[in-house]
T-cell receptor
Framework: NAGVTQTPKFQVLKTGQSMTLQCAQD?????MYWYRQDPGMGLRLIYY???????DKGEVPNGYNVSRLNKREFSLRLESAAPSQTSVYFC??????????????FGPGTRLTVL | GDSVTQMEGPVTLSEEAFLTINCTYT??????LFWYVQYPGEGLQLLLK?????DKGSNKGFEATYRKETTSFHLEKGSVQVSDSAVYFC????????????FGTGTRLQVTL
């Protein structure tokens, strides 16, 4: 199993450009997540998808959109990139659970720089 | 809302020293608690977890005990190695169908020979 894969690994954009970050998981997980990681801030949740066909905002959704394309894939789109979106982006997945225990599995990350 | 507070880093230790990284949390209900580790250039990996009060999670020589009375989940290791150098994140999950995680800011550990 590849686990959670993300593409691209690195990307440089100019302000105002758009791009889509791709994420896929092969663990048959129901829930998927997008985080951003900034120095001194830990990981902050951008959007999540509790199950195929649903998406919800997390802590920092402004400037982003997501698509849960199918059970395996969850993409993150920046419509008009801004320097404040320079960050490392992580995708994660987990089995849906009715209890609070629910390990998340993370991808290797995409390092995005917006000039 | 839920929150996690970790001790500031970086923490620099000599090999074989004892490690403690403090973590306290604020949450309603009965969250599950996690420690994740991030090695340089990689994503996060689950290190250990505890799902109820007084549970002790352990893995690779690391331990943490879920203390509801002090709302803490401190990470400990008796003898660190250079290979333990990484960033450690404390996190909680309050439950619900999506089981979202709330992370602390992370603590960088540097172990030297």
């Amino acid at each position: 199993n590849a686990g959670v894969t993300q593409t691209p690994k690195f990307q440089v954009l100019k302000t105002g450009q758009s791009m889509t970050l791709q994420c896929a998981q092969d663990m048959n997980h129901n829930s998927m997540y997008w985080y951003r990681q900034d120095p001194g801030m830990g990981l902050r949740l951008i959007y999540y998808s509790a199950s195929e066909g649903t998406t919800d905002k997390g802590e920092v959704p402004n400037g982003y959109n997501v698509s849960r394309l199918n059970k395996r894939e969850f993409s993150l789109r920046l419509e008009s990139a801004a320097p404040s979106q320079t960050s490392v982006y992580f995708c994660a997945s987990s089995e849906r659970s009715g209890t609070s225990y629910n390990e998340q599995f993370f991808g290797p990350g995409t390092r995005l720089t917006v000039l | 809302g839920d929150s996690v507070t970790q001790m500031e880093g970086p923490v620099t230790l000599s090999e074989e020293a004892f490690l403690t990284i403090n973590c306290t949390y604020t949450a309603t209900g009965y969250p599950s608690l996690f420690w994740y580790v991030q090695y340089p250039g990689e994503g996060l990996q689950l290190l250990l977890k505890a799902t109820k009060a007084d549970d002790k999670g352990s893995n690779k020589g690391f331990e943490a005990t879920y203390r509801k009375e002090t709302t803490s989940f401190h990470l400990e290791k008796g003898s660190v190695q250079v290979s333990d150098s990484a960033v450690y994140f404390c996190a909680l999950s309050g439950g619900g169908t999506a089981s979202k995680l709330t992370f602390g800011t992370g603590t960088r550990l540097q172990v030297t020979l």
